[in-house]
């Protein structure tokens, strides 16, 4: 392959989104994907106000794609039931991840990008002249920048040496998807002790359910017995669900990790996403914060190719970014501290909190949903 301005390594949110935005302005990009399709169960589905507001600045509606709209949240505890109107500009709108990023990418190679499924980017490699990528089944690839979107176990953050600060939680999912569904409208959270749950519509079809447990116990459940372990112990509410399901898809096991590398890279490769920061799937929030990773790198990217000589671009992108992180990160960790270390007495209590939320200050929620910060792409 010829030498291009930008190898994009991975074709998820992050790489889809900064291959439109650099394709469309005249940047010649080239987009390897590990996997052979779009088709990867258990992806983030989740677009925050955030997100949606990035995609509209990509010139997508979230309108245009299939999916469900989730308006309401509720907590179950034991018993009791809590429910509420999730404020109008803070729903959330579940998409299926292919289809979305079908379109991102369509839309890169109608503007002049390459796009090539089956092909990983192993390893890279920072001469006086530029960085080349090693890709799977094609070879080297001369570039004036590498930007790794492959992922919290990234080989582009391995091969320039960013080491990940890890902040793991305490916990991990399991996830199945059932049919037929009843969420609908609705994002529940099922509090309980040792395991908790969480249940909404998929774009897919059916509920989407996940359990909640300590890493030690999920890990001990051998694959195979992973769907009789979540009807046994999942909480009474999803238990019935997983009983009563006439099929499951799943379950899947997640492995959370969370953390943020000391450098989102240097001369010649930018990290981004979970690349350069694994989020918790608490408050889904990782397809959003990749989405707006995007916008800003594009922002910094567009400028530098401009000029000769090196691209080094991430410093400038870390310290634009990393605030919004940070802060997104420390709320994650709190609200999944909550959902999995809450006394049992004061779970209880947690549905008739839920009931009284329309009429308590939203500004931390806001900021959850709409960002820390504003993110918008230079014109």
């Not at 439109?20 to 925050?48: I, N």
């Not at 009563?244 to 997640?254: K, L, T």
């Not at 990217?301 to 420390?330: F, T």
Request: hydrophobic share 45%; glycine share 10%.
């Amino acid at each position: 392959m010829a030498r291009v301005d930008v190898v994009v390594a991975g074709a998820g949110p992050a790489g889809a989104a900064l291959a439109l935005v650099l394709a469309r302005a005249g940047v010649s990009v080239a987009v390897f994907e590990r996997a052979p399709d779009l088709e990867r169960a258990f992806r983030g589905e989740g677009l925050l106000p955030s997100g949606v507001a990035a995609l509209a600045q990509l010139g997508v509606s979230v309108d245009d794609l299939p999916g469900v709209t989730v308006s309401f949240a509720q907590v179950v505890a034991g018993l009791l039931e809590g429910r509420a109107r999730i404020p109008e500009r803070q729903v959330v709108r579940m998409v299926r991840q292919p289809a979305l990023l079908g379109r991102l990418l369509a839309e890169a190679e109608s503007a002049g990008a390459t796009v090539r499924f089956g092909a990983a980017v192993d390893d890279v490699q920072v001469g006086p002249d530029g960085v080349e990528a090693v890709v799977s089944g094609v070879g080297r690839v001369a570039a004036r920048v590498v930007v790794g979107c492959d992922g919290r176990g990234s080989r582009v953050r391995a091969a320039v040496g960013a080491p990940l600060e890890r902040s793991d939680p305490s916990f991990d999912l399991l996830w199945v998807r059932v049919d037929p569904g009843v969420a609908r409208d609705t994002f529940a959270y099922v509090l309980g002790a040792p395991v908790a749950g969480l249940c909404y519509p998929s774009p897919d079809g059916g509920d989407q359910i996940g359990l909640i447990a300590s890493k030690e116990t999920l890990r001990a459940v051998p694959p195979a017995d992973r769907l009789a372990w979540a009807q046994e112990h999942a909480p009474r509410h999803l238990a019935r669900r997983l009983r009563a399901a006439s099929r499951h898809f799943g379950p899947s096991y997640y492995d959370v990790r969370v953390g943020r590398a000391a450098r989102w890279g240097g001369p010649g490769v930018l990290l981004l996403g979970d690349a350069a920061h694994p989020m918790s799937p608490v408050g889904g929030q990782g397809i959003n914060m990749a989405l707006r990773d995007a916008i800003v790198a594009a922002n910094h990217l567009r400028v530098a190719l401009r000029r000769p000589g090196p691209v080094d671009v991430a410093a400038a992108v870390q310290a634009e970014r990393e605030p919004e992180i940070r802060w997104i990160q420390a709320a994650q960790a709190r609200d999944g501290s909550l959902i999995v270390n809450t006394p049992s007495a004061a779970k209880w209590l947690a549905p008739l909190v839920l009931s009284a939320l329309p009429r308590l200050p939203a500004v931390g929620r806001r900021r959850l949903s709409d960002g820390l910060t504003p993110v918008r792409l230079d014109r």
